[in-house]
């Protein structure tokens, strides 16, 4: 994908490898001199773009078939690149409806209200070094749900698949 947009993302989930990619599990990757970091600048990219209205996006949904997601994070809304990541605690539940640019409609979808996720993360250090780090957190509210619904695109499920989806009328 030359540049990350709404429609661009629309139009790959549409397409016969999009539909592929967007329905089954991504490979977890350990060899990060492979991994698409142009591409994961573009997404933060996207996602900070207040236009865009983002809270997170995922490889699959930019043709990357690797274990990794970015997502707002916080009050101050700070992006964060989620590698590999695993939910190893769900407590309580709660419907959301959520809207996704790999879907042209949106889903009533169930959600844990509390989950304990583990990851790993990176950031750009001086001279470009890539500094990896491991993460174990408790998330709640929009972050537990934007990270279970981000997490969802990592195992080939869309809102679609996950809940109920409102028709317009």
Not at 23 to 51: C, G, L, M
Not at 114 to 125: A, D, L, N, R
Not at 141 to 158: C, R, T
């Amino acid at each position: 994908m030359d540049k990350i947009t709404k429609s661009s993302l629309l139009a790959y989930a549409l397409s016969d490898e999009g539909k592929q990619l967007l329905s089954r599990k991504t490979k977890v990757e350990r060899d990060y001199e492979r991994w698409t970091h142009p591409e994961i600048k573009q997404a933060i990219e996207f996602v900070q773009n207040p236009d865009n209205n983002a809270a997170g996006l995922a490889a699959p949904q930019i043709g990357i078939d690797q274990s990794w997601f970015v997502a707002k994070k916080g009050r101050e809304q700070k992006v964060v690149v989620v590698i590999n990541p695993t939910i190893v605690g769900r407590m309580g539940n709660k419907q959301h409806i959520e809207s996704c640019f790999s879907e042209l409609l949106p889903a009533r979808v169930k959600r844990a209200k509390e989950i304990t996720v583990k990851y790993e993360t990176f950031s750009y250090g001086e001279n470009g070094a890539v500094l990896l780090d491991d993460v174990k957190e408790n998330l709640d509210g929009l972050d537990a749900q934007v990270f279970q619904h981000e997490y969802d695109h990592l195992l080939g499920i869309l809102i679609a698949k996950r809940g109920v989806v409102i028709k317009k009328e």
